[in-house]
């Protein structure tokens, strides 16, 4: 069995969509602020805009609600595809 190719949010394309899958910043803080954002692995994860000035992303999480998040955070975040 072949194993999902994994991307990072960053990578991901305006429009694209995919899983949660990883992490790559597993320090306390990064991932205290994952739970306080409420971005739990296997979420599903739509790209609806990035921001020019500084590349964050514009994300809308399980098809519920959107949140903005910085260009870092999407560095540290491995998706598959939906």
């Known amino acids: 069995m072949r194993r999902p190719t994994q991307r990072l ?4 394309e305006v429009g694209e969509r995919g899983t949660l899958a990883a992490v790559k910043d597993t320090s306390a803080p990064f991932l205290q ?3 306080k954002v409420g971005l739990p692995l296997g979420a599903t994860l739509n790209v609806l805009g990035r921001i020019e000035f500084d590349n ?3 994300v809308c999480i399980d098809d519920e609600r959107t949140v903005l998040l910085s260009a ?3 560095r540290n ?3 598959t595809e939906v």
């Open 72 to 74: 870092e955070v999407g």
């Open 56 to 58: 964050s992303l514009e």
């Open 77 to 79: 975040l491995f998706t």
């Open 9 to 12: 949010l960053a990578e991901l």
């Open 33 to 35: 602020y994952l739970d």
